[in-house]
């Protein structure tokens, strides 16, 4: 486990380098940014012999976009809703692998993204905010207090869409449930429920597994020997990348057949860190700036 690797080995034996970012010498103290560089190959032998099966990857930047809709309508930017206000705290304390972002709250937003046009998802809407955000995919998180008689129920919903604004899946769903003056915990309760579900999703597309192998030969262009050393280094740093040939080389760049120990979705995650992404025709495999997958 975790703890058990920690344990069994030094840091210092993983890294590569230290970048000092910036440094400040005082009489009695230190102050630095420090950027310590692994090794990814020492690391990975070392995680693949402890049984770790997924690597620490961040994810691609997620929009997150809650809505409330009672009786006066859908809103997503009420100050003073239980809802609302509780995702907008867990914006500012989260620190998972998930990268989830959040439209800042100004009157051009509130009076741009409305609750009912979020509700509906409607694509033109979650396009926009995605590229204001700069966000891969946008979660929308849905409260709706409906009546049955004098009695009040509260429906759940986290869906996700890809940054054009087309669903993707529906993340969860709860029962109707019975819903009080106060139900802030349970609203707590709520929303650390789907955030466990998207990170427990997150990580199960980046299984590394060294006994389950897989091949991929794919082409990467490059326009220079730069370039071609760039995308090689890349390459070496992506843990699902267990190893490499190259096949092919000329002035256009060349194919290279990679070995995984996980799947193609952690192969494209991983390459995303780098800024690279995969293109498929049906003939060819690519590997090239994400700019040009977009």
Known sequence: ???????????DTFIDFVHIV???????????????CFDAERMREAMQAEGLKWAELQSSPILLLPVWKGPDGASAWQKNNQWLSGWRNVLNNYDGLVSL?????????????RGKDILEGNPIKL?????????????????????????RFIDIEARLFDKLGQPITT???????????????????????????VERSWHSANLINSNARDYLLVSVPA???KQWSERLEALRGVAVIQDFTIRTLDTRGGTILLELAGSRE??????????????DTGDIVSIVEKSITQ
Do not use: C
């Open 1 to 11: 486990n975790y703890n058990h690797f920690i344990a069994a080995n030094e840091r």
């Open 22 to 36: 910036e440094e400040k010498n005082l009489e009695k103290r230190y102050i630095a940014k420090l950027d310590f």
């Open 101 to 113: 972002q959040s439209l800042p709250h100004n009157l051009t937003h509130e009076r741009r993204f």
């Open 127 to 151: 396009a926009a905010a995605a590229r204001i955000a700069k966000a891969e995919q946008i979660m929308v998180v849905t409260a709706i207090l409906d009546y049955m008689g004098v009695k």
């Open 171 to 197: 993340i969860i769903k709860l029962p109707k449930k019975a819903f009080g003056k106060d139900d802030s915990k349970w609203f707590s309760k709520v929303r650390q429920t789907i955030l466990d579900k």
């Open 223 to 225: 326009i220079s020997a």
């Open 266 to 279: 952690a192969l494209e995650n991983a390459l995303a860190s780098y800024e690279l992404g995969l293109v």
